[in-house]
């Protein structure tokens, strides 16, 4: 069955350090990998998108990285913001079809 | 640039209720999805629709129905409800064109008592 597993689940960290979040998946053969940041009571918003030939996408402080070797992704936030206090959700994408498989996401909180 | 929206935000509704989530974007995407969202699990796929009058299963979709008879509408209807449908549903599109990007409505709050 094809997976998505995130880790941490949650993490709490001083504004204006750094952090990565990590992505591990097993879905195979697959056509993209994304991150999505999720504010409180909001839907989730695209932060990158990366496709299996792609190793970096960055979005401002934040940065993607994709092995698809170890079919491993992580997403680093540069010098972290209160806003920046959101779940992380690392989505990745069948090759073929429609579907999509998401992991259960990261939980930041940044706190000053 | 309305986007997506979902309504109603918020609804409590009884066991047993029929309740249809409605879900309308301006882009006229081709693609749209009802997920739900539950604590400890990852965004689930209720159904999905590729064009208007066509829908597909996805993930989990006992208990609900979908209809698309117009590309910017895309509403859910949970026939009757029942206490593990209360979730955050998710209403999403995504263009033929868009780059693989899907846009998220804000959600709707189900709470079923």
């Known amino acids: 069955k094809n997976q998505v597993e995130q880790s941490p689940q949650s993490l709490i960290i001083l504004e204006g350090k750094n952090c990565t979040l990590q992505?591990?998946?097993?879905?195979?053969?697959?056509?993209?990998l994304r991150w999505y940041k999720q504010d409180t009571g909001r839907g989730p918003v695209s932060l990158t998108i990366m496709t299996f030939s792609e190793n970096t996408k960055s979005n401002g402080r934040y940065t993607a990285t994709l092995d698809a070797d170890t079919k491993q992704s992580s997403l680093h936030i540069t010098a972290s913001q209160l806003s920046d206090s959101a779940s992380y959700i690392c989505?990745?994408?069948?090759?073929?079809?429609?579907?999509?498989?998401f992991g259960a996401g990261t939980i930041l909180r940044v706190k000053s | 640039d309305a986007g997506i929206t979902q309504s109603p935000r918020y609804k409590i509704t009884e066991t047993g209720r029929q309740v249809t989530l409605m879900c309308h974007q301006t882009w006229s995407h081709s693609y749209m999805f009802w997920y739900r969202q539950d604590l400890g699990h990852g965004l689930r796929l209720i159904y999905y629709s590729a064009a208007a009058d066509i829908t597909d299963k996805g993930e989990v979709p006992d208990g609900y129905v979908v209809s698309r008879s117009k590309t910017e509408n895309f509403p859910l209807t949970l026939e009757s409800a029942t206490r593990s449908q209360t979730s955050v549903y998710f209403c999403a599109s995504r263009g033929r064109n868009s780059g693989n990007t899907i846009y998220f409505g804000e959600g709707s709050w189900l709470t079923v008592v």
């Open positions: 989505v990745v994408s069948e090759k073929y079809g429609n579907k999509l498989v």
């Open positions: 992505c591990n998946y097993t879905v195979s053969p697959f056509s993209n």
